[in-house]
């Protein structure tokens, strides 16, 4: 847990060996709930190769001075991300009355 959101991360490492990397964050919402996107890669030991880039979005809840991760929605894949981006573009350009 951290008390700074600028210290929220999702780098995870195992066995001395970081499974998941951390690209890239963006601050979406401050606040008592914060909610950060997250670009990242997985590690596969199979291959010992990072995976290509993936996302995910994580929502923060801040109590007794800590962030605690209370929910997330990983984004599998580029092309996943990109139907996403399409989708809200569309809702956001042709509002619906």
Do not use: C, H
């Not at 990397?21 to 606040?31: R, Y």
């Not at 291959?47 to 929502?59: H, L």
């Amino acid at each position: 847990m951290a008390e700074n959101i600028e210290d929220l991360t999702v780098n995870y490492e195992e066995e001395g060996i970081l499974v998941v990397q951390e690209i890239d964050k963006e601050i979406l919402s401050k606040g008592s709930w914060t909610t950060i996107l997250y670009q990242y890669r997985d590690f596969d030991k199979t291959t010992q190769q990072y995976s290509s880039d993936k996302f995910t979005i994580r929502r923060y809840q801040k109590r007794n001075g800590q962030y605690q991760a209370k929910s997330k929605f990983n984004i599998s894949s580029i092309t996943q991300a990109e139907k996403i981006i399409e989708t809200l573009s569309r809702w956001i350009n042709n509002p619906k009355a």
